[in-house]
């Protein structure tokens, strides 16, 4: 079994079904976590050194953090509607509430925080849609928390890729402090499957294949991308989505392209 395929497991008391942590996963910046919360059910935390992003993947729910309390939010009730989440970003060291209003699906997106930002709401309107890529390399892309919004590490983005596509294609990477030309980011992939018996394919490699692993991917696993290009392949009848969480040493994204197959972008 690879080392970074980690699947999801049945609920726990505050309904955690999956988790990375630093120590999980053996590097510094990103932790990752999935609940899946029943109507009523209540989620009770604190940041502690960690900013945090939580992301609303389907469902509605009660955020409070201190005084401030976001009501019912959420409109997404599957992943797979394709409209922008609510997502609530909050600093390291402070308590929070989730309490659902719905059945509900919770992402918990984390990186060491420096105490710079306040609480906030990012609402659907403010995220950014965009497409990359042309034929059986297009995807959908919504920026929950790109760098160009307020963070300290995070950098937080989920992607549609339509049935039969390729995604993170051509192969990239960001594992060299080399800026401008590329950034050291470790991440995180969340995928869900529609319809959800399916599966996907992922792998992880690096120039001199020290690491090399391609993964089956099914509906609420998650891959863990420590260096190394990480493309991502979905088969004819199956559509992918996944939650990126990506941080590092510095917030920028800028990658590199595996150089035997940059050509797919210079044709």
């Known amino acids: 079994m690879t080392s970074l395929l980690v699947r999801p497991q049945h609920p726990d008391a505050q309904g955690k079904v999956l988790e990375v942590t630093p120590q999980s996963a053996g590097w510094e910046h990103v932790g990752f976590r999935v609940h899946q919360l029943a109507k009523g059910q209540r989620l009770e935390a604190n940041t502690e050194g960690r900013e945090h992003c939580l992301v609303l993947l389907s469902g ?16 997404r009730m599957d992943i797979f509607e394709k409209v922008p989440p609510y997502a609530v970003y909050l600093p390291d060291g402070v308590s929070y509430g989730v309490e659902a209003t719905t059945d509900m ?3 918990v997106c984390s990186a060491p925080g420096h105490g710079n930002h306040a609480p906030r709401l990012i609402a659907p309107d403010q995220i950014k849609r965009s497409t990359r890529g042309s034929g ?6 919504q920026d929950i928390l790109p760098e160009t919004e307020p963070a300290d590490g995070l950098l937080v983005v989920e992607v549609y890729t339509p049935a039969g596509n390729w995604s993170s294609y051509p192969p990239h990477k960001h594992d060299v402090d080399n800026l401008p030309e590329e950034s050291i980011l470790e991440e995180t992939y969340y995928h869900r499957l529609n319809p959800a018996q399916g599966f996907a394919f992922q792998r992880v490699y690096t120039d001199d294949r020290s690491l090399d692993e391609t993964m089956a991917v099914e509906n609420g696993c998650c ?13 004819h009848g199956y559509e992918l989505y996944y939650l990126n969480v990506m941080a590092g040493p510095k917030r920028n994204w800028k990658f590199q392209n595996d150089p035997a197959h940059e050509w797919i972008v210079k044709q």
């Open 60 to 75: 509605r729910a009660t955020v409070s953090c201190g005084e401030q309390r976001w009501e019912d939010i959420g409109q």
């Open 223 to 235: 891959v863990m991308v420590p260096r190394g290009y990480h493309p991502v392949g979905t088969p």
């Open 136 to 141: 059986t390399n297009t995807r959908h892309i």
């Open 105 to 107: 699906e919770l992402a």
